[in-house]
């Protein structure tokens, strides 16, 4: 039985780690759409490249940021949380 | 350098800014953990590679959106979210590295990430915030 309790955290936590990670597509497209929005700025006012490309580069951190929180959440699911978890389980059981 | 003159001037400025601003935020969150007591090597090790990822992250993402400006729309959309996974794996790595080896510090790693976060956010308030010609001289 604590071994199928176990099984059922790490597995729990694996599955936890893997949907947080579905966090990390959305940066991806965020920054894609971002680039082909400054790509027509650029394209009807080419001068102001150097502009455009700055704040689209501080646009995408800002973006990138909410995958890196996905990428927290999962690595503290994978490395963390299971042996947290398993010691409750154990100090309960006794 | 032949290789720095590459890079767009525009990126360039940025990551410097955002590496300027991540030596400091480090130096901070160094303070942070000897006032605490708990400083020592692995927070040092962690500071160093979790700071380097984090301006490495933003260069390569630089150099990304440098070579996507001059594609097709399509081409460029596509480059990006490729650029941005293959960062994401390095992320990962780096955050795994960091948290599953002894000799790092996990906090001390995963906290530098958020570094370039923090450095967009208070650049309105400083020089940099200031210029809005994208300093590439056109």
Known sequence: MLELAIGIILGCCALGAGVAMIAGIGPGIGEGNAVAKALEAIGR???????VTTTM???CVV???TGLYALVIAILLIFVAPGRFVKILLENVK | MAVFDKIDP???RETGYIALCTL??????????????RWGLPVLLGNILGAAAAVLNFLLMGLTVQKAVDREEAEAKASMKLSQSV?????????AA???LSIFNGIAVIVPLFFPRVAVAVQPHTPWGDRQDGGDGD
């Open chain 1, 45 to 51: 006012q080419p001068e102001c490249r150097g502009t």
């Open chain 2, 98 to 100: 960091g948290v599953g």
């Open chain 1, 63 to 65: 973006a990138e940021t």
């Open chain 2, 10 to 12: 525009a990126v360039r």
């Open chain 2, 24 to 37: 400091i935020l480090s130096a901070v969150m160094e303070a942070v953990f000897l006032i605490a007591g």
């Open chain 1, 57 to 59: 580069l501080m646009g």
């Open chain 2, 87 to 95: 960062r994401m794996v390095m992320l990962f790595a780096v955050a």
